[in-house]
């Protein structure tokens, strides 16, 4: 069963996630690109005050990547399910509907994790290549809440989009965008460091707010 | 006879609006049942709350004997499942949709589907949503025979189907059900395609049952008599042996469970001159008529 449910996801699913994971992948090379250009035309040694000491992020075009990803693959897994309201279909299948929806939850996020995990390795690999240890790590540590930010709006886009009642649901877009906004404050490089650990927390909490949805579609709220 | 399905005073509003208060019918096992009513009865309300998907205010649906509201997974997998419109997962194509359901049901029974299947001028990766309403219809009976399921409940089943498309999934539907022993519940906005399917009736006004009964008792004992009075202006409309009158200057409908000979009676004992008395042959949807009224 859990195969089966693993298939329709991956058949919902597959091109966005391959096809935006692809632009990601392109996207962390447009980055190294214009390091390199940058490092030929200014030297190195300016590149590198500028980004230590006059706050320029060399990472910057990776800022809404996550959350782009996330948006279309919980916008291609859910909408199916509320077109025609098919979601009767699923919970109507033979295992409890928390269960499946739990199952959704864990291929999508799984599905995220690979995304990001590619995007994230080259990232990590190509900035090593360009960078040393301490520049690397401030970039780590700034971009870890853009990828959070995607997991939480994964999230946060199942508990909206399974919601029928349109007011409802634009009540918790405003909740959704306000907590987002979280993860995108500007500041010096790596001045996440010491709330990465509590958005992780809440990002996990926020994993399972698309069962409430789900909850009050079978009340009857659709 | 086993109950399949069991309504103890069902009791459903929308905000204010009540659908209906104490609602109580029951479907034994092998039966097909036919819920019929107007738009706004509440036939759409009882779906719903048969598949789990809405919570009434009061009372209990009973499938197989478990709450509607809380199904295990094995009952659920002995229901099979029609969406009004004959949803199914559009993405897919035949085979991916067989090859996903059958992942769920143990009994999984491919032949069926495909044998509607290969009537079904479709390509193999054709996608549902690219189908006709037609074709999406044998997709999902398909599925649904495939899964070999003990109850059926179908929603609106005839909606958007040409009359070909009708019979064949009416003719499918009655020797499945016929064959395995199995209970159908069905609604349809075509009374005419219920006729044919159905053993019983289930007739629903607003907020109440007016009658549930097998198909041919309500046929033999349901009746419509036509007559002209002499005088116009006759109001039966509050005798205790009418269930529905429409009269229209002298000529007059009535619809009644009594006999030809007691209505004649009454008539002549209350001193209404008549002529042209004549008992009219009515189909279900006559019936239906008659016992709802048109409007």
Known sequence: MFKSVIYKEWIKTRWFIILLTLIAILAVGNIFLTVQHNMSFKEASNYWYQILFQNSHYFSYLKFVPLIIALALASSQYIPEITDKRIKLTFHLPLRENRILIMMLAYGTASLLISYSLVFLIFLGLSNQFFAAEIVKLAIISVIPWFLAGFAAYFMAGLIILEAIWKYRIAYFIIAAAFLLLFFETGLAGSYEPINLKLTLITLLSSISLLFSAYRFRKGEM | ?295
């Open chain 2, 1 to 295: 006879m086993n109950t399949v399905i069991e309504c103890n005073n069902l009791t459903h509003y929308y905000g204010k609006k009540m659908v209906y208060e104490d609602l109580n019918f029951s479907v034994g096992e092998g039966r097909i049942l036919g819920l019929l009513g107007k738009n706004g009865a509440g036939k759409t309300t009882t779906i719903n709350i048969l598949h789990g998907f809405l919570q009434p205010r009061s009372g209990e649906a009973l499938i197989f004997g478990e709450n509607s509201q809380r199904l295990s997974p094995h009952t659920k997998s002995r229901i099979g499942f029609l969406l009004e419109g004959h949803i199914q997962y559009a993405f897919m194509d035949i085979h991916q949709i067989e090859k996903f359901y059958s992942g769920f049901y143990p009994d999984w029974d491919s032949k069926p589907y495909w044998e509607l299947m290969s009537k079904l001028k479709v390509t193999a990766r054709q996608k549902i949503s690219s189908m006709s309403c037609g074709q999406r219809s044998q997709v999902a009976l398909g599925l649904i025979l495939a899964q070999n399921p003990d109850l059926l409940i179908l929603d609106d089943f005839s909606m958007g189907l040409d009359p070909g498309y009708r019979r064949l999934f009416i003719d499918y539907l009655r020797n499945y059900s016929k064959a395995g022993n199995k209970t159908i519940f069905a609604t349809s906005h075509i009374i005419q395609d219920m006729e044919r399917l159905i053993d019983d009736v289930l007739i629903m006004d607003y907020n109440r049952v007016l009658t549930q009964t097998p198909v041919d008792e309500f046929m033999r004992t349901f009746k419509q008599f036509n007559f002209e009075t002499e005088r116009s202006g006759i109001d039966l409309s509050k005798e205790e042996f009418v269930v529905n009158v429409d009269t229209i200057e002298n000529n007059i409908e009535l619809y009644s469970y009594d006999t030809e000979d007691n209505i004649r009676k009454f008539l002549d004992k209350k001193g209404i001159a008549f002529k042209n008395f004549r008992e009219v042959k009515m189909g279900l949807e006559d019936a239906f008529i008659g016992l709802t009224g048109k409007y």
